[in-house]
């Protein structure tokens, strides 16, 4: 357990629980983030969310998008060799906006081991997973944002599958200070996942498979920019609260000029390893048409580095 504000003499302030809960939910590929952005902030941009990636983070975000269409486009090199790819379209629809959103997780060939072929008995199986969703947001008032997102998911391992239907709500909150705002999302509120048909004969696990739940995650946070147009510092701050692991805080920030180029960092807090990320990202403006290319590097401890790139397209 991991304490701040503390110091020998007292007890502390703010203590972090749920470490016990760690490894209890199934449906993992629902926690992958997406987009070099938001990795690049510290996984934390509830409030600070923008962009065609916003069904992914807080699809409120959607109604923060310039023009009536935007795409989104994004691939990381995950460990073992896995590769994860998101993509995401934000339509501008009369007083509303809708989002489509998709992911893939492609495991590629992994070898079959049993207890006497401890190496692999000559064949492989794949281990990959699939997200679609449909966002809805919409204004409510000139500082309260309200959205949703359904998704579905699916696992395949081997020659059996899973699905499971998912919800995400999200909101954000303008103070009326600046762009100081509010961010708020519950992500992946749904049933339990289980692996359909029967287990294996040679399987410990007598009749159907064990179910698990679904990784929900809470995420409440706060963003203030610093500075105009031509130069501009955005800080965020954001408290994570998962259904299957550790509270952990997550500080976040972006520095940009011009509105063309900008430089990311941050970190959370409560992690065994890893924890911090940073990039950068680049805009080109031509017409009406923008055209945003973003970078990060993300720390994951003994899984390595990740490399995240996202390209977002408008008009």
Aim: aromatic share 12%.
């Amino acid at each position: 357990m991991l304490t701040l504000f503390a110091t020998p003499a007292r007890a502390s302030l703010i203590a972090f629980f749920g470490g016990e809960r760690a490894g209890t939910s199934g449906g993992q590929f629902l926690r992958v983030p997406a987009g070099a952005r938001g990795i690049a902030m510290g996984r934390g941009i509830s409030a600070a969310v923008d962009g065609a990636s916003s069904p992914f983070w807080n699809p409120a975000g959607m109604e923060l998008v310039n023009g009536n269409d935007r795409f989104f486009l994004s691939h990381m090199a995950y460990a073992a060799g896995i590769d994860v790819e998101h993509a995401a379209w934000v339509h501008k629809l009369h007083s509303w906006r809708v989002g489509l959103s998709a992911g893939v997780l492609r495991s590629g060939d992994i070898v079959r081991t049993t207890e006497l072929h401890p190496d692999g008995d000559g064949f492989s199986f794949d281990a990959n997973q699939f997200l679609l969703g449909f966002s809805l947001s919409r204004q409510l008032t000139d500082r309260f944002i309200l959205a949703g997102t359904a998704k579905m998911l699916q696992e395949n391992l081997d020659e059996f599958e899973n699905r499971g239907l998912f919800l995400d709500l999200g909101a954000l909150y303008f103070v009326g200070f600046n762009q100081a705002r509010v961010g708020f999302t519950v992500r992946n509120f749904g049933g339990d996942l289980r692996l359909n048909g029967s287990p294996p004969a040679e399987a410990s696990v007598q009749g159907n498979w064990q179910s698990f739940s679904a990784p929900t995650i809470a995420l409440f946070g706060f963003a203030y920019d610093f500075g105009g147009a031509a130069r501009r510092l955005t800080l965020t701050m954001d408290f994570n609260h998962p259904s299957d692991d550790v509270e952990s805080l997550i500080f976040g920030t972006e520095a940009s000029a011009w509105d063309r180029l900008f430089l990311r960092a941050g970190y959370q807090s409560n992690m065994a390893e890893g924890g911090f990320a940073a990039g950068f990202g680049l805009r080109l403006l031509e017409g009406v048409r923008t055209l945003r290319l973003d970078y990060a590097f993300d720390d994951r401890g003994a899984l390595g580095g990740m490399h995240i790139v996202s390209l977002e397209l408008g008009k």
